[in-house]
């Protein structure tokens, strides 16, 4: 046997023990990453201080990368969640957060791709928990009949599971979520106040989606915004005056009207009429720099990214100049990233929890 056929041998046993054993490796494999997956928790290592993760950056339109419109906001130890999309719950778990201490979801509207996701965070937050009493889920006046719904269609559910594991796990009394409405505001108001954490929420322009609107969060000196849906809004530039981070939706006009058009070419002129509609409730990437520069925020981070990007490579076209309107630096937002404002300082810390 020549010299480069004994070179290719170990190769090759190799090869045929991956084979041979591949079961047992498999298993080690598996052992090892779930180990690993179990033990993590990065909420328990943060820092005192105001914790922003994007658990849902995409919008109604399909995407493999982007789940429903999802953000968790963590203050100090009180773990909070703005909208359950679809898949917003998964990429909780995903990113290592632990969904059963979850204190309370606030939702900015009832669009189906804000709350579609419910049912699943409902359960997870229900079934890891130990919690005694069901999800406080906040929103103006309606949220009473969205959480009435939901907790219909799981009723059945909650009692096979209970039944299953039985209520030491799963107590009846913790399942599903109770509504805790407010009043439509007309202005920022205070709608939420615990341990330090302040919670404003204040309308935006939607229409004709009413009610809507967006949340502050404000903890030990450090403060973000989230928009919700909407358009440009002189309150939401009111609410977020020198806030350090603004999470705002952002919608690419030249990129939906592609949409529009190639639809329409391949005879699908129900759902390009549908593309043409939502041109005018939403807010551009320019639109939402304009925002931030006028409010004095110190980042702007585009979330509820209408179309969905597949790929970093298309930020720029998506931004289509936008850093033109602001100075401070704008993040296109991906599922997992991560935004940390320690207390006590102007630093702005950021990742990815994936």
């Not at 806030?243 to 058009?261: C, F, G, N, T």
């Not at 110190?298 to 597949?310: I, N």
Request: with cysteine; net charge neutral.
């Amino acid at each position: 046997m020549g010299k480069g056929k004994w070179a290719v041998l170990p190769l090759v046993l190799i090869a045929l023990g991956g084979w041979l054993f591949q079961r047992p490796v498999g298993m080690w494999i598996f052992d090892r990453a779930v180990e690993r997956s179990a033990a993590r928790n990065p909420y328990a290592d943060l820092p005192d201080g105001l914790h922003v993760g994007l658990c849902g950056t995409g919008s109604p339109l399909p995407s493999r990368d982007r789940a429903a419109a999802c953000t968790v906001v963590i203050a100090g130890k009180t773990m909070l969640v703005v909208d359950a999309g679809e898949g917003g719950a998964r990429n909780i778990a995903q990113m290592g957060l632990p969904n059963g201490r979850i204190r309370g979801l606030f939702l900015t509207h009832y669009h189906s791709d804000h709350i579609d996701g419910l049912g699943p965070m409902m359960l997870l937050r229900w079934t890891a928990s130990g919690n005694q009493s069901p999800l406080p889920v906040h929103g103006p006046t309606g949220v009473e009949d969205v959480i009435a719904g939901f907790n219909t269609a799981y009723a059945r559910d909650n009692g096979y599971r209970t039944a299953h594991h039985g209520p030491a796990i799963t107590p009846p009394a913790a399942a599903g979520a109770i509504a805790r409405p407010f009043a439509i505001p007309s202005a920022p108001t205070i709608v939420y106040e615990t341990d330090g954490l302040r919670v404003t929420a204040f309308p935006v322009d939607h229409r004709p989606v009413a009610p809507s609107v967006g949340y502050r969060f404000d903890y030990k000196g450090r403060s973000v915004v989230i928009s919700g849906d909407t358009g440009p809004s002189k309150m939401l530039e009111q609410a977020s005056r020198d806030a350090d981070i603004l999470i705002h939706e952002a919608l690419q006009p030249r990129m939906v009207k592609a949409l529009a058009a190639a639809l329409d070419k391949a005879g699908r002129g129900q759902t390009a009429q549908i593309m043409r509609d939502i041109l005018d409730y939403h807010a551009t990437p320019a639109q939402a720099a304009d925002s931030a520069r006028v409010a004095g925020v110190k980042m702007l981070v585009l979330s509820h990214l209408v179309p969905s990007m597949p790929s970093p490579y298309l930020n720029a076209a998506f931004l289509d100049g936008a850093g033109e309107h602001f100075d401070g630096p704008i993040i296109v937002g991906e599922d997992g990233q991560y935004f940390s404002l320690p207390a006590g300082s102007d630093a702005i810390e950021r990742g990815s929890w994936f």
